[in-house]
């Protein structure tokens, strides 16, 4: 069983920057596709953005569109999200999740492997 694990998550003042990292024992990034999902007080659950052993990264939500990015670090075996001109809507805990398909997906459903969330508060 794959157990992830996220980290780097904290208390940021508007518009600075944050880089969180999902990591895992035996979790291969260059073998599992791997998403970032986020979810604020009072919402559900929604996708942020996949990246697939291939590389080819996908953006599901616009209004993080070249704020956020996703990437690959195979000679750490993580995957990290760096996050740039942080927002008060930006709260929210984050999580990391994968599943074994090649496919990504923008649904929490489509992944069999969780971290528990790392908290990320943009407040002045």
């Known amino acids: 069983q794959l157990h992830l694990a996220e980290s780097g998550g904290d208390l940021v003042h508007p518009g600075g920057s944050l880089n969180v990292t999902c990591t895992g024992s035996g979790f291969r990034p260059n073998f599992y596709t791997t998403a970032w999902f986020r979810q604020a007080p009072g919402k559900e659950r929604e996708g942020i953005a996949c990246?697939?052993?291939?590389?080819?990264?996908?953006n599901y939500i616009d209004s993080v569109k070249g704020r956020f990015t996703i990437s690959r670090d195979d000679a750490k075996d993580t995957v990290l999200l760096q996050i740039d001109s942080l927002k008060p809507d930006d709260t929210a805990t984050y999580y990391c999740?994968?599943?074994?398909?090649?496919?990504?997906?923008?649904?929490?459903?489509?992944?069999?492997?969780w971290g528990q969330g790392t908290q990320v508060t943009v407040s002045s």
């Open positions: 990246i697939g052993p291939t590389g080819v990264a996908i």
């Open positions: 999740a994968a599943h074994v398909e090649l496919f990504c997906s923008s649904r929490t459903s489509s992944y069999k492997y």
